[in-house]
Nanobody, 113 residues
Framework: VQLQASGGGLVQAGGSLRLSCHASGITFRDYPIGWYRQAPGKQRELVADISNGGSTNYAESVKGRFAISRDNVRRTAYLQMNSLKPEDSAVYYC????????WGRGTQVTVSS
């Protein structure tokens, strides 16, 4: 199983980014996908996840600003991030759980004030 996250970058506060997580080696449509983030000196935290049926769940800090989605044909999950804040700066990871947790390499998001 391989997960490839992309789409991070440097953006000003109030801006938007869309992260992508492409999966291979797994029957993508059968598993929930999660986006997590880790800022320097902090624990990794759940940002959002989406079930194989499309149900979504968000951290309180991103509700109303972020949207998670998935395209099972493209085997890709997305995280649309709007109204970004400096506190959203972190490395963002995607995760899928099958026999164990599989993590992507992470993509850096930096929001300047």
């Amino acid at each position: 199983v391989q997960l490839q996250a992309s789409g991070g970058g440097l953006v000003q506060a109030g801006g938007s980014l869309r992260l992508s997580c492409h999966a291979s080696g797994i029957t993508f449509r059968d598993y929930p996908i999660g986006w997590y983030r880790q800022a320097p000196g902090k624990q990794r935290e759940l940002v959002a996840d989406i079930s194989n049926g499309g149900s979504t769940n968000y951290a309180e800090s991103v509700k109303g600003r972020f949207a998670i989605s998935r395209d099972n044909v493209r085997r890709t999950a997305y995280l649309q991030m709007n109204s970004l804040k400096p506190e959203d700066s972190a490395v963002y990871y995607c995760k899928v759980t099958r026999d164990r947790d599989y993590w992507g390499r992470g993509t850096q998001v930096t929001v300047s004030s």
